[in-house]
């Protein structure tokens, strides 16, 4: 046995401690991957009697779901989808990682006091419940004595039922809210790893704010930038937490993707077309997860071996 | 060093810049604040007078609310032991054995924890449940965040495990120990504060979830508060403020606390960035 080769666990041991996680992972990650597939193609439902022998129906499903004719219409799959880019594209991309980057700049100026509170409302706004966040909101939002209304009132400005009038722009700011925090955490940590000469040299040549951050910082943390992108796309598009607050409502109008699928498969029992839908969005998290996965090839191949 | 006129009138403006952030973010918040200790609260903001406790004795009698936070706890502390146990012996064999293709499972397992997630999973995952028998159990939810957490538990323990030296079972292994001597004697304890921060990882994560037992469970007896905060509405269909707001702060402190318990110990940092 040469040094190299000595391991601490014999080939019998290290199975024999992979196999719980082994598994729970096959049952509740691996299979469920395969299941859907196969459920997809079937016209298996919640009740009835295609509940326990569902028939093979092959592409219908997926027909269904791209026919033209209904493939705009509010309540339906292309609404859906394209709502859920719409929402992806402005509270993550362009909500959550500007301000994030926004915030995290910031504080790298402003007294430490300050930013202890400014980060804490950050945090506390990504930490706590989901359900708490949306009675939160529910208050804030509310018609006759909300918050909101309050501010909007008090300054002369019109109030607004917002919830009803512009549900899309609310669970876009909602979400930018709910999520900035991350983006924050992972610039501020991003910024903190550039060695402090680069800004005191540039201090020197009398730089200005904005020509640190386009020159030094931004191109700095450029990888950061791509891993965060990607990272909130995918939780963006996967994300259930409006439907706390609307439901899906009014009239569809902030039916998201994962609200849609909800809403085939156990409002309406469709289990074959839901997990129809359940295939498009995996297949479409594949796709976030592989450019993730090969830009972070680099980092896994130093943790392999 | 002294700051020129242009750079101070820029710290000035940054500083205003910031704490308008930090206000806008406060805003919604605040209602949360204040409500559970007015006795009249509504969804307004109204500074509580007189200040009272009188709406945490009201959920403390309340026996449903209190069976919500009971089965909170058994869900999330079963998964919490669940994952915690499965992930530091899975990591440890994937850290140390030399089972071919370790590199490989990793990979893969990170792929599908991304893509098998949220409502789209659920299909499967109910189909599952209910095919074995589990509907409407604990140890359902139990084993569906057990499953789902795995993966990047397995990942944050292996890139643990991988910093320690491996000479510390070497030499335990030389003086006469057998491998699963060594793992619990010599190395469980060094690898303790990596499973610490996976446990306040899960747990977050299964305290404050929504879908899965919203999904799985059907009796009220075994809703965790999540799900059990609304039926605290009036037979009108209200909402009852006084006790909704009391009940979230409640049900927030465990999340706070550990979150507390975690930037103390460890220093928030990266750590937070893995919670979804």
């Known amino acids: ?305 | 060093m002294r700051l020129s006129f242009p750079q101070l009138v820029a710290r000035i403006g940054f500083s205003a810049l910031a704490a308008i952030i930090g206000i806008l973010f406060a805003l919604p918040l605040i209602w949360f604040i204040f409500a559970p200790f007015n006795a009249r609260a509504e969804l307004g903001i109204a500074i509580p007078d007189p200040w009272t406790l009188k709406n945490f004795m009201t959920v403390f009698g309340n026996g449903f609310a209190m069976r919500g936070l009971l089965n909170s706890l058994i869900q999330s502390v079963g998964g919490v032991i669940l994952v915690a146990a499965a992930a530091t012996l899975a990591a440890y064999a994937l850290s140390r054995s030399s089972i071919p293709g370790k590199g490989m499972i990793t990979y893969v397992l990170l792929l599908f924890s991304s893509v098998v997630s949220g409502t789209a999973a659920m299909v499967p995952i109910f189909l599952i449940i209910s095919s074995v028998g589990l509907m409407d159990t604990h140890i359902a939810v139990i084993l569906v965040f057990a499953g789902g957490l795995l993966p990047t538990a397995m990942f944050i323990l292996r890139d643990f495990i991988d910093g320690i030296p491996r000479t510390y079972e070497e030499s335990a292994m030389v003086a006469g120990a057998s491998p699963v001597q060594a793992f619990f004697d010599v190395a469980l304890p060094v690898i303790r504060p990596g499973i610490v921060v996976v446990v306040v990882w899960a747990f977050v994560n299964i305290w404050g979830s929504f879908l899965i037992p919203f999904i799985l469970l059907r009796s009220d007896d075994l809703m965790p508060s999540s799900v059990a905060i609304y039926s605290f509405y009036s037979e009108a269909g209200t909402p009852i403020v006084t006790l909704l707001a009391a009940y979230s702060l409640i049900y927030s402190l465990p999340v706070v606390a550990l979150y507390l318990f975690v930037s103390w110990k460890f220093g928030f940092r990266f750590f937070g960035g893995i919670k979804a």
Do not use: C
Request: aromatic letters at 16%; a positive charge.
């Open chain 1, 1 to 305: 046995m040469t040094k190299k080769n000595f391991s601490l666990l014999s080939h019998r041991a290290g199975a024999a401690f992979l196999a719980p996680a082994a598994a729970l992972v096959g049952v509740f990650v691996l299979l469920p991957f395969f299941w859907v597939i196969v459920v997809s193609f079937t016209n298996r439902t919640l009740l009835g009697k295609t509940a326990l022998n569902p028939d093979f129906v092959g592409l219908q499903n997926y027909i269904q779901l791209f026919d033209p004719t209904t493939f705009f219409t509010r309540g339906q799959f292309g609404f859906s989808l394209i709502l859920t880019t719409q929402f992806v594209l402005l509270s993550a991309l362009v909500g959550q990682a500007l301000l994030g980057l926004l915030l995290a700049w910031l504080m790298q100026t402003i007294p430490p006091a300050l930013k202890r509170i400014v980060e804490t409302a950050v945090i506390a706004a990504w930490i706590l419940p989901e359900v708490v966040i949306g009675f939160a909101w529910f208050a804030f939002l509310d018609y006759d004595n909300g918050t909101l209304n309050m501010i909007l009132r008090g300054l002369g400005l019109p109030a607004g039922d917002f919830l009803l009038q512009q549900p899309f722009w609310v669970i876009v700011i909602f979400n930018t809210w709910r999520g900035a925090a991350f983006s924050m955490m992972l610039f501020n940590s991003a910024f903190a790893s550039i060695p402090p000469s680069y800004f005191q040299a540039a201090d020197v040549a009398g730089a200005s704010s904005w020509q640190k951050f386009r020159d030094i910082g931004l191109p700095l943390i450029r990888g950061h930038v791509v891993t965060d992108l990607i990272l909130i796309t995918m939780w963006t598009f996967n994300v259930f937490t409006p439907f706390i607050l609307t439901n899906g409502g009014p009239s569809y109008r902030t039916e998201l993707l994962s609200i849609y699928n909800y809403r085939i498969a156990f409002r309406e029992f469709d289990f074959g077309k839901g997990a129809a839908v359940g295939v498009i969005i995996m297949l479409i998290n594949l796709v976030f997860a592989l450019i993730y996965l090969s830009f972070g090839r680099k980092k896994a191949k130093a943790v392999e071996e």
